[in-house]
Structures are given as C-alpha cells and as structure tokens.
Nanobody
Framework: QVHLVESGGGLVQPGGSLRLSCVAA????????MSWYRQAPGKERELVAR????????DYADSVKGRFTVSRDNAKNTVYLQMNSLKPEDTAAYLC??????????????WGQGTQVTVSS
C-alpha cells in the first residue's frame, strides 16, 4: 500500500509556472513507476507524465512536451512536476499515481487526492 499526497497547485496566469510535489508514504517508493494525471470537469482523466522507478525514463503527453518536466527524488520519496508556460487548457485537477508497470496504457493502483491547477488571467 502506498499513500500519496500532492501539493503545489494554485491559481496562475497564462505563461506562468508551478511546481507540483507528491510525497509517498510506504515502503519501497523507489520500486514504483510514478505518474501525473489530470482531469478537467467533464473530461476523461489523462496521463500527463510518467517516470520510471529509477528516474531514467520519462514520457509526456504531446500537449505538455517541452513545457512540463517530471522528476523524482527517491531519497525523499517525492515525485515532482515542473510546469512552465502554462495555458488555460492546462486547468485541471492533477493527480499523482503509483504502479509497477511502465506501459503507458496501464494505470497504477494507487492515487493521491489531487491538487487543483487553475490557469487564468
């Protein structure tokens, strides 16, 4: 069992930046593939970024490539999402996810409660 807690969301103007954090409680964080998903009202939950257990591989949704960066610090049991050049269409609840498999069509079983990101002038 992994307990995930996100933080760092908020209101930001278009073009601004935010850094999300997700702290994991539980054993062997370094064994888990970590992902960030987002869900806007009335829309499907979508994968934003994924990072392998060792942090050596990453993948991004096409809509955020070049603007978002996922990273992790296994010593701190934390995964980050640096979001730059934010757009209004990035507005969503962002959720942290943990699982065992890197395949992008597989969702891990553990979820955080989410942190809201609102991009608006």
């Amino acid at each position: 069992q992994v307990h995930l807690v996100e933080s760092g969301g908020g209101l930001v103007q278009p073009g601004g930046s935010l850094r999300l954090s997700c702290v994991a409680a539980g054993p062997t964080f370094s064994n888990y593939v970590m992902s960030w998903y987002r869900q806007a009202p009335g829309k499907e939950r979508e994968l934003v970024a994924r990072i392998s257990s060792a942090g050596t591989s990453t993948d991004y949704a096409d809509s955020v490539k070049g603007r978002f960066t996922v990273s992790r610090d296994n010593a701190k049991n934390t995964v980050y999402l640096q979001m730059n050049s934010l757009k209004p269409e990035d507005t969503a609840a962002y959720l942290c996810n943990a699982g065992r498999f890197y395949q992008l069509d597989i969702r891990g079983p553990y979820w955080g409660q989410g942190t809201q990101v609102t991009v608006s002038s």
